[in-house]
């Protein structure tokens, strides 16, 4: 069965203090890794989607990296409203493009 | 472009009752997924609808159900309540089976 896992379960950061996230994934045939904001009572918003080993993807202070067993968000120079819950999620071959998720990692910045 | 929209968002049932959720996908997306979130299981996979098709299910008893409609709204049904199905039902739509999942705000459900 997929399994991811999210590292750490909770981050709290001084605001400037640049930090990463870990996604690590035992999947077979990784057919796209996902990575996902969420806030308080809402839905998750896409941040990003890696396909491969070395590829990176940067949108604002948030830069996601893949590897062969796991991704990571790095978030430089954090603000207060980049606090939320990021989610990872994979889809692989075997899963017939289900979203498999990790638990999150809850970011919280103070000012 | 409007999002993904879900009503109701808030909804308090019984147990043993049973609820209907509705989803209103992206314009132009056809491939529909259903999500439910826990605090303890986290997000997990219910279904996925594609051309008024299910594809896929989750590891979910029968008591869940849905369907897509022709416009690719869709809808999905939970009967004879338990108090573990309280949670937050989300709804994630694209263009296409294998595209990125735009969410929607979802329904929080309350079984009482």
């Known amino acids: 069965e997929d399994q991811v896992t999210q590292s750490p379960e909770a981050l709290r950061l001084q605001e400037g203090e640049s930090s990463s996230l870990n996604c690590s994934y035992t999947v077979s045939g990784l057919r796209g890794l996902f990575w996902y904001r969420q806030d308080p009572g809402k839905g998750p918003e896409f941040l990003f989607t890696?396909?491969?080993a070395g590829e990176e993807k940067e949108k604002e202070r948030l830069k996601a990296t893949l590897t062969k067993k796991e991704s990571f968000l790095h978030i430089t120079a954090p603000k207060p409203e980049d606090s939320a819950t990021y989610l990872c999620a994979v889809r692989t071959s075997m899963g017939d493009y289900k979203l498999s998720f990790g638990a999150g990692t809850t970011v919280t910045v103070r000012a | 472009k409007a999002g993904v929209t879900q009503t109701p968002r808030y909804l308090i049932k019984t147990r043993g009752q049973q609820v209907t959720l509705s989803c209103s996908p992206i314009s132009g997306h056809r491939s529909v997924s259903w999500y439910q979130q826990t605090p303890g299981q986290g997000l997990q996979f219910l279904f996925e609808?594609?051309?008024?098709?299910?594809?896929n299910k989750g590891n979910f008893p029968g008591r869940f159900s849905g369907r897509q409609f022709s416009n690719s709204r869709s809808e999905m049904n939970v009967s004879t309540l338990e108090l573990g199905d309280s949670a937050l039902y989300l709804c994630?739509?694209?263009?296409?089976?294998?595209?990125?999942?735009?969410f929607g705000p979802g329904t929080r459900l309350t079984v009482t």
């Open positions: 890696l396909y491969s």
């Open positions: 994630a739509s694209s263009v296409l089976r294998g595209d990125e999942q735009y």
């Open positions: 609808y594609f051309s008024e098709t299910q594809r």
